[in-house]
């Protein structure tokens, strides 16, 4: 089975509130944002958003200029028949690491679990190559990942864990580490998940 398949049935079987990463809001992400005093025009990504309500509380706090981009075309259907304001959303369908995205794009990149998914050595290079071409110099990067002590798999799929200093690292010298926070998330069956959020700013050329 394919990764888009896979993600297919999740969200084909599962719905939005029963998934393990389910937010009501997602009040970390949404906070680290707002924190770094962006524009309301400021082009924003949101990797693996698929059915999140991120897209819902940006666009709320007034933002613009935002992209939700994920495998399933499940997921992104549940997060538009949400919104009311379309016009300000690009949806993309589409694998991160095959999407033509525009090169420079982004002010904002934002990953909740995505990249914890990417066991291969190849393809994280492949994604933080995707980081750096597309996001614009002095952009900011957050990426969540599950933590040292967080699951080892997740939907039944393994995934790598990372502290912050190690998800630093893996990134590399052109990601100025500004700035990580640790999040306990309660999954809707009540378990409890450790996460690590790193913010980085993409080295200015």
């Not at 970390?28 to 990797?47: E, G, H, N, T």
């Not at 590399?172 to 998940?193: C, N, V, W, Y």
Request: charged share 25%.
């Amino acid at each position: 089975m394919s990764m888009k398949q896979h993600w297919e049935q999740v969200y084909a079987h599962k719905a939005v509130d029963e998934v393990s990463w389910f937010q009501e809001h997602a009040e970390l992400s949404l906070r680290l944002i707002k924190d770094s005093d962006p524009a309301l025009s400021a082009s924003i990504i949101d990797v693996g958003g698929g059915a999140s309500t991120l897209v819902d509380d940006l666009i709320k706090h007034g933002f613009f200029q935002v992209t939700v981009l994920d495998l399933s075309k499940a997921a992104l259907a549940k997060a538009k028949a949400r919104q009311t304001r379309k016009e300000v959303v690009s949806w993309i369908e589409g694998n991160v690491l095959e999407v033509a995205l525009p090169s420079q794009a982004y002010d904002i990149w934002h990953d909740r679990a995505v990249f914890h998914f990417l066991t291969d050595q190849k393809e994280r290079d492949a994604y933080i190559q995707t980081v750096v071409r597309c996001v614009k110099p002095g952009g900011l990067v957050i990426v969540a990942t599950f933590a040292e002590d967080g699951p080892t798999m997740c939907s039944g799929l393994p995934v790598m864990r990372y502290s912050a200093s190690a998800l630093h690292q893996t990134f590399g010298g052109r990601f100025d580490l500004i700035g990580h926070e640790k999040e306990s998330h309660l999954t809707p069956a009540g378990m409890e998940q450790k996460f690590v959020y790193c913010l980085c700013r993409v080295e200015s050329n």
